[in-house]
């Protein structure tokens, strides 16, 4: 019986991520887990490579090919290309012949516009989708997490992604109070960016940048001075050049897109209803998303807020395995879902 189910086609999760773009598949979890990049030829416009490997080929290009991201701070800013990159994927995936195209669950920020939501929509027909649901990011990093969504108590979940983080306090099934930042994983590497070039003339790449933040990147005090080689272009000969960076430096670069997080999240307390505010000084508030591996965040965000702070095991993965869990449990969880009939 599985097996004639599984010929009508496999309903499908997907995460579309402004750094990465991670799909579930119903029965079999996780299958896909690919940078958000596209290489493109300018000359045929056709694309070159999609995912990891476009990706390797950031900063390392003829002139004729250009590595680009269609998706900025959560939303689609290339629409040809996001529905060609999903495509990509969606078939990379779906490889045999099913009678029946798959339903698509797509996670999206809590801040898109309707606008910005039927560009998502229309990314997952015109990739070959039966039928397109919109998810908001907060609550399937929610779901994800293992939070009680769906009971009369108070959940408040912070997703940092690489173009946006995510407030957002949940209770019997929706959203309370939201805030939606467009500040996240990518902002950080930018300010790394602007300081090294500031402070040494020197001009990093963006891999450079992410893998300095990923290295010695800390947004409390640590007690061992840590350091990092970095190479880039020196501003004034033009030549390549080494720099040695210390933790103390890259912590003092991100401290701007850190403090506004944190903003975010006070924010977002304020706005919440005396009742719900009293559930989350017992539940704490749940990390997820890749920021929430940036060292110290828990503990910055502890002291400013005076609440318990949990990282969830596998933030990551956090929001792709919450509308993973509504592809597998359809009929109990669609009430979280956005529905669009297509016409």
Known sequence: MRSFLDLLGRDMAVDLGTANTLVYVRNRGIVLDEPSVVALNTRTEKIVAVGAEAKRMIGRT????????????????????????????????????????????????????????????????????RRV???????????????????AVGSMVVDIGGGTTEVAVISLG???????????????????????????SLLLGERTAEEVKIGIGYAWPQQ???????????????????????ADEVREAIEEPVHMIIDAV???????????????????????GGG????GLDRRLAEATGMPIRAVDNPLHSVVLGSGRCVEEFGRLNGVLVPEPRR
């Open 62 to 129: 003829p002139g004729h090919i250009i590595a680009i991201r269609p998706l900025a701070d959560g939303v689609i800013t290339d629409l040809d290309v996001a529905e060609q990159m999903l495509r990509y994927f969606i078939q990379k995936v779906h490889r045999r012949r099913y009678f029946v195209q798959p339903r698509v669950v797509v996670a999206v920020p809590s801040g898109t516009t309707g606008v910005e939501q039927r560009a998502v929509k229309e990314a997952g027909y015109q990739a070959g989708a």
């Open 133 to 151: 649901y919109i998810i908001e990011e907060p609550m399937a990093a929610a779901i994800g997490a293992g939070l009680p969504v769906h009971e």
């Open 174 to 200: 929706g959203i309370v109070t939201a805030r939606s930042l467009r500040v996240g994983g990518d902002e950080l590497d930018q300010a790394i960016i602007s300081y090294v070039k500031k402070e040494y």
């Open 224 to 246: 061992e001075e840590a350091k990092m080689e970095v190479r880039g272009r020196d501003l004034v000969s033009g030549l390549p050049r080494t720099v040695m960076v210390t």
């Open 266 to 288: 006070q924010t977002a307390l304020d706005q919440c209803p005396p009742e719900l505010a009293g559930d989350l000084v017992q539940t704490g508030i749940t990390l997820t």
């Open 292 to 295: 929430a591996l940036l060292r």
